[in-house]
């Protein structure tokens, strides 16, 4: 293949990528209007039905321009060569190769940041605003955004010099000594990322003594669950949405409360969320998403690794001599179609989690507290109740809600 072809080649998987999501967003966005499915009719009043619509018709509007400009901002930076521009400039600071990826990826993150900022913005102050979901302040905002490209910064520019590092010392066997590297990365977060990430953007407190604390402490002894930590996070800074979250292993085992989702449920719908999350626990879905996670990325690696020292995959991005972030550039959209299988697996083993937590919770403590808690983080949140089937199987990692609740209802009279 000549590098024109791929160059080519490269343009129409982005092309049609960008259909395909605008295809199945335009199926998703028909059904807007549907009447809610019959176990939901309930959730909402004729005039909360009607905000709802308009908070995904909003919504809607604003991802066909966002998406518009960032996909016409790729495409622009492709045709008129601006791969070949980063190098060359990212060359004119330094002539060391780790030194000009460092660069490279920086200025391209930059410009991309540029043209986000806009849209992320909007979003925030703006549609989220008007619908009553951003809490979040100007200063808070540009905080974000600060220590989001520090962060960026340091942990990605950290493992790309790793990377770059283990390349430059060991050629195309590189994958496996990477993969030893990424695997540990990716441990080490799942143990420390309350601790040193979370910290850094929310403030997080443990769980006040009192009723809620003892009926989730009794709930976790009974199944056999050493709980060492319930904490509570400030979500409310930024949002009025809900939401709870499982970390950690072993004896550091810890469950994070969203402040909202104490706000919006009551005590014992609380200790449905927590059992739905101790489910995933005791189903051992934490350490297969951590091993599936590792897998992927090991034959993302070893593909790349057939492909690092082929010259065409500069070329194809105009630039005559060969370097591992060009390379890592046009085999990220050469996977593309490789990726959005796996992301398609994933995606349906995690739905399948969620039905398998859900049954849990409902075997082990009640099914209808988590009926209810989920019909009201859905009404809260504004959410989709009718989304298109395919829009779902491509996108969503959660079952919709109708079917999560008719899932329940059945284990609940069963267990009635």
Partial sequence: MTPQRLFLLLIGLLVVNYLFDLLLGYLNAKRFKNDP????????????YQRSQAYKAASYRFGLLSGGVSFLATLAFFLL????????????????????????????????????????????FVLEERFGFNKTTKKTFVLDKIKGALLAGLIGGGLLTALLLIYRETGSNFWWYAWIVITVFSILMNFFYTRLIVPLFNKQSPLEAGPLKEKLQTYAEKVGFTLSKIMVIDGSKRSTRANAYFSGFGRQKQVTLYDTLLDDLSEEEVV?????????????????????????????????SLLVDNPILSEALAVTEPSFHLGLIAFGILYSPLSEITGLLMNFISRRFEFQADAYAANTFKAQPLIDALKKLAKNNLSNLSPHPTYVFVHYSHPPLDQRIEALAKLGAQGA
């Fill in 81 to 124: 060569d601006g791969f070949a521009w980063a190098d060359a400039l990212a060359r004119s600071w330094s002539s060391n190769e780790i030194a000009v990826a460092l660069v490279f990826f920086g200025v391209i993150l930059l410009a991309s940041s540029i043209i986000s900022l806009p849209f992320s913005y909007y979003r925030t």
């Fill in 37 to 48: 499915p019959e176990v939901l009719a309930d959730l909402y009043d004729a005039d909360e």
């Fill in 272 to 304: 449905a969320v927590l059992a739905h999350e101790i489910g995933h626990y005791k189903r051992n879905h934490i350490p297969i998403n951590l091993f599936l996670g590792i897998a992927t990325t090991g034959l993302t690696l070893f593909v790349f």
